[in-house]
């Protein structure tokens, strides 16, 4: 730890996400907004400096247009996680980083991979991993009126309700590039403030040319599905079923494979109850 230390660290920020407290250091004398966007949402700052996860950022001083150029730098305890001579990809490096710590180490909520919207005062669950559609169809829905919570946790309490994680839509782009980072404000919907019961649980894959043409899943297929995407169920057995096992007895359960999204969201909406 000592050769990280004396990189020159400026100033930072300790700050506690869901039960875990975090710091987060830089090389400059203020912490720059586009670091600050990357924190986990509804997090607090700390009272204290003692940390269980430190994270450390050097930005690069490298003047535009000059000959030599040096790296951005990202750790996180000992380990570099990333060295790049765009600051924007190690914002990006930060940013996943944090939200799989928080996912997997929260100590007051349950974190499922899901995307989540609501509708009618009910929420709507995608349980699926990443890259496989969910914030295409979390776009589509909100597009559409629903309400934003997640593109990609559904964030349980012991009581099985639904608490909003508005983070930014993370939507792919195309040969490779970074993905672009949106909110729910920014495609004309809003996002949700308050925890709210599930009314449907979507289990769809995505194929190409394929109609949604669904059929009744029940709950025990519904529960196994959102067991797969747990995140900590190893960790927490107990709590993750008590919490699955509160959340179903209130919603339905859809499964189907889907083609595009837009094709789908009026049946979701519809489905709701």
């Known amino acids: 730890m000592q050769k990280i230390d004396r990189l020159g660290w400026a100033t930072g920020l300790s700050f506690i996400a869901y039960g875990l407290k975090i710091g987060v250091r830089v090389n400059v004398p203020e912490m720059p907004p586009e670091v600050l966007a990357c924190l986990p949402p509804c997090w607090e700052p700390a009272p204290s400096n003692l940390v269980d996860y430190l994270y450390s950022i050097k930005i690069s001083k490298s003047l535009p247009g000059a000959k030599v150029r040096q790296f951005n730098l990202l750790y996180t305890g000992l380990h570099r996680l990333g060295r790049n001579l765009d600051l924007s990809k190690i914002l990006e490096f930060l940013e996943t980083d944090l939200q799989r710590v928080v996912a997997e180490h929260a100590k007051d909520r349950i974190f499922v991979?899901?995307?989540?919207?609501?509708?009618?005062?009910?929420?709507?669950?995608?349980?699926?991993?990443?890259?496989?559609?969910?914030?295409?169809?979390?776009?589509?829905?909100?597009?559409?009126?629903?309400?934003?919570?997640?593109?990609?946790?559904?964030?349980?309490d012991d009581e099985?309700?639904?608490?909003?994680?508005?983070?930014?839509?993370?939507?792919?782009?195309?040969?490779?590039q970074f993905p672009k980072r949106v909110s729910a404000e920014e495609l004309g919907g809003t996002t949700a403030r308050e925890p709210l019961p599930v009314g449907l649980v979507v289990l769809t894959k995505y194929q190409e040319g394929a109609r949604w043409q669904?059929?009744?899943?029940?709950?025990?297929?519904?529960?196994?599905?959102?067991?797969?995407?747990?995140?900590?169920?190893?960790?927490?057995?107990?709590?993750?079923?008590?919490?699955?096992h509160r959340l179903i007895p209130g919603a339905r359960a859809l499964k189907g494979v889907r083609g595009n999204a837009e094709d789908m969201v009026d049946a979701l909406l519809q489905a709701v109850t």
């Open 214 to 244: 669904p059929r009744p899943a029940t709950a025990g297929k519904a529960v196994m599905e959102l067991l797969d995407n747990t995140i900590a169920v190893q960790r927490q057995p107990e709590r993750t079923l008590n919490a699955l």
């Open 113 to 156: 991979h899901a995307g989540v919207v609501s509708w009618k005062g009910r929420a709507i669950l995608i349980p699926a991993r990443s890259f496989s559609g969910k914030s295409t169809l979390v776009k589509a829905l909100v597009q559409a009126g629903a309400t934003y919570h997640s593109d990609e946790y559904a964030v349980l």
């Open 160 to 176: 099985g309700l639904v608490h909003p994680y508005p983070r930014r839509m993370v939507l792919r782009q195309p040969d490779g």
